[in-house]
DNA sequence: TGCGGGTATGTCAGGACTGACATATGTTGC
DNA sequence: GCAACATATGTCAGTCCTGACATACCCGCA
């Protein structure tokens, strides 16, 4: 979690559109990154909507809240996959991902 | 590499939309394999469209030509992370993954 | 103030993914 | 037929991601 400062830093003080690549970022990463961003914020919001608590949403995954609350946080350990994968579990679809992403 | 053979059926004989649900497939795991497919797709029509090799593809990643293959086989041991990095990598926006995913 | 439910952060063993290599299977031009 | 090139398949050691646990932080409430 060595980078956690860092993210925090990124995401706390600006637009989302902006985010993540005022670090030596090539434009592929930062595309990345902002997708990792976007991705998690959409699966908070799909959670809360649910009234779902992280503990509630690591069951239905068979994973752990501390999981849940990196996805949420855009932890650089959690991939794209999980995030993905763990929207469709809470309902979304393909399209509800591309939108997210896009 | 154990599923290859069922992977091979899966998308050999089938409309691309019908695929990957005839076996034991929740949604959720057919929704991620259609994904899994789509990007491998778009992968080889953006690769071939700039003219480019496997190979020559694979150094621009700095993988290798046998994983490429893999990415456009939908390999299941291809994760969609790699996929869309390499999407990304090939100049695709996430705009243009958000469509193929859809 | 202290409690209780919810969320965040750090760590780590084990499993999944990756790049690389070897090799097989096309495919094209001679 | 056979090079030369492109793509496919199998395998494996090293790396990264994952779930789980521990623990800290943050409220709202009594």
Redesign the interface.
């Known amino acids: 979690m060595k980078t956690t400062k860092r993210d925090k830093l990124k995401t706390a003080g600006w637009a989302v559109g902006s985010a993540a690549d005022f670090l030596g970022l090539s434009?592929?990463e930062a595309?990345?990154v902002?997708?990792r961003l976007a991705l998690s914020q959409t699966l908070r919001s799909w959670r809360t909507k649910k009234r779902l608590t992280q503990g509630d949403l690591a069951k239905v995954l068979r994973s752990s809240q501390s999981r849940v609350a990196k996805m949420e946080a855009a932890d650089p350990t959690v991939?794209?996959?999980l995030l993905?994968?763990s929207l469709?579990?809470l309902g979304a679809?393909?399209?509800d991902?591309?939108?997210a992403?896009?």
């Open positions: 434009a592929e595309a990345l902002e997708m991939s794209l996959d993905m994968r469709l579990y679809t393909p399209k991902i591309a939108k992403i896009a």
